[in-house]
């Protein structure tokens, strides 16, 4: 069964509420926890690569057989994990290095095995990961290639004596991040001369305007290939592991479920979800029936 909930789209402002103690618009809306149904709410951060990710892990548990419900585009991380432990959500798509950062800003990158231990020993009871998949999307400085000829830059530590004089932009969570604006000062001693917040879909054409000088783009944006972009090295490793993983709720997912989301974790690797993504953000594909269509050709 596939449902889509009611709140489909809720408003950043009505989920705060719920994370804050308010009235609880799930519970308004007749959705609620989903531990007492039998089904499996998934959800989506707000950027294209989330939703698409739902939509693939919804599509494989519903052809095993599970009951869907799907609440997308929720907003950040800084929103939606507090709607996974409440059991508001079921099943979150992630990124390993992300998610340990969330629960320990202080814990040391490394590969992406030795993330996983450091993110299940620090998720609350109630919390776990599956499996997590080889492909991977990182967080990235992204500059145009002039302005990487123009500074002679290849890795983000080259940005250390130009980048006063620049305009980072990136989504609003990336100033006050570990992994973000506070890394590339304590890290790199980087310090940018203004950080301009931007929706995510917005900070390819920014740059390519010249209304900021470099952008925090994901690695896997299909955006970065087709416009000649160039993503700075991290050889500090401040973006850690990145691999795609399912975070869910513990209770409310069977073993049929874990199974379908497993299976899509070993088939899923870095190239195609870049090619993935270029049909739904490049070629404005819809997400749902580009995930179909992939899990229709491997999986299903």
Known sequence: MHKRLALIGLPLTAVLLTACGGSDPYEEEGGGDASGSGEVVIGSADFPESTLLAEIYGRAMEAEGVDV????????REVYYSQIESGNLSVFPEYNGAILAHLDEDAPTGSGEETNRRVAEALPGGLEILDSSSAENKDSVTVTSETAEEHGLD??????????????????????????????????????????????????????????????????????????????????????????????????????????????????????????????????????????????????
């Open 155 to 300: 890795s983000i530590d080259d940005l250390a004596g130009v980048a006063d004089g620049m305009t980072l932009g990136g989504p609003p969570e990336f100033e006050t991040r570990q992994q973000g604006v506070v890394g590339l000062s304590e890290v790199y001693g980087v310090e940018f001369g203004e950080f301009r917040s931007l929706d995510v879909a917005l900070l390819t054409q920014a740059l390519l305007d010249g209304d900021i000088q470099a952008a925090n783009l994901f690695t896997t944006d299909p955006q970065i290939a087709v416009e000649d972009l160039v993503v700075l090295e991290d050889p500090e490793n401040l973006f850690g592991a990145q691999n795609i993983t399912p975070l869910i709720n513990s209770e409310q997912v069977d073993d049929t479920a874990r199974a379908a989301l497993n299976a899509v974790s070993a088939a899923l690797t870095t190239g195609t979800l870049t090619r993935l993504n270029e049909r739904v953000v490049v070629q404005n594909e819809n997400a749902a029936d580009v995930a179909q269509e992939w899990l229709e050709e491997g999986l299903v």
């Open 69 to 76: 419900a799907y609440q997308l585009n929720i907003g950040s």
